[in-house]
């Protein structure tokens, strides 16, 4: 039960979490020095620890980093990574792709990898006997909580994926059947940008929402919501740098 009036959210508390929805970002610069306190740690691994999970099984660990000798031999990591990913794209796209600061393992005062247990909950986890991936979607919900958590105590936090999660597993020395999700850089930054860097630097723009929404059967897209336009966050109706269409 809840005991908070009859359990709704008062217009500011909704406002409130609409507010750490639109100006969640994920940050890769300008991270402050200034170390978090492990209240505060406390306070956004719990909130992330309360997401939902398939069968309540609650895969995630979450590894602390703060030791620089760690955080340098990621970079090294992140950097072979990369330049095979910088390779990929030609011309224009590739030197606006070398212009992109795609991570802040260095800067950011701590990281935190985020792993799933595919065995915990035993053999039979509930809802799991037909998508197995359920154990990494449900790693997924408890990262989205810790970074909309994070957006209200002025943390920044930058997701890192490129990087080889195998050499990765052996440097932090996570067993062999645990995955890794996700390798967080995190950290208090002066402000949030307004919109997402990959947006402001034109390399994708966010794709209009009513071009997403399907009704009764996939591809019916003729009703359009006007309400979406109206609910969206005024930051977030800008016109996207690059027009984008859903593949
Ligand atoms: C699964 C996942 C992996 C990501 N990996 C990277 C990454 O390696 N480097 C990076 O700069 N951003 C990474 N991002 C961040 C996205 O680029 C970012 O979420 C997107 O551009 C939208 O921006 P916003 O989060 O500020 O709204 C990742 C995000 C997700 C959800």
């Known amino acids: 039960m809840i005991h908070n009036g009859h359990g709704h959210f008062s217009q500011s508390e909704r406002a409130a979490v609409y507010r750490a929805i639109f100006e969640r970002r994920d940050v890769r610069r300008e991270f402050l020095p200034t170390p978090i306190p492990d209240a505060v740690l406390a306070r956004v691994l719990t909130a992330a620890h309360h997401a939902g999970s398939v069968g309540f099984m609650q895969p995630w660990d979450f590894l602390v980093i703060r ?8 970079k090294d990591l992140f950097r072979r990574v990369n330049k095979e990913a910088a390779a990929k794209y030609r011309g224009e796209r590739a030197a606006l792709y070398r212009r992109l600061k795609l991570e802040g393992i260095e800067e950011a005062p701590v990281s935190i990898c985020v792993t799933c247990s595919p065995l915990r909950g035993g053999p039979h986890v509930l809802g799991r006997s037909m998508v197995r991936e359920t154990d990494v ?3 997924c919900c408890a990262i989205q909580n810790l970074w909309l958590a994070a957006r209200a105590e002025g943390i920044g936090v930058g997701w890192v994926s490129i990087l080889d999660y195998g050499a990765l597993k052996r440097l932090l020395s996570i067993p062999r059947p645990i ?7 995190v950290g208090y930054v002066k402000e949030f940008a307004d919109r997402p860097d990959l947006e402001r630097m034109g390399w994708r723009g966010r794709l209009p929402i009513d071009q997403l929404i399907h009704h009764e059967r996939w591809g019916n897209r003729r009703e359009l919501y006007k309400e979406t336009r109206q609910c969206a966050s005024p930051r977030s109706t800008r016109r996207p740098a690059t027009p984008v269409r859903p593949d």
């Open 67 to 74: 030791a620089s000798a760690t955080k340098q031999a990621v």
């Open 137 to 139: 979607y449900s790693t």
């Open 179 to 185: 995955k890794v999700v996700a390798y967080l850089c």
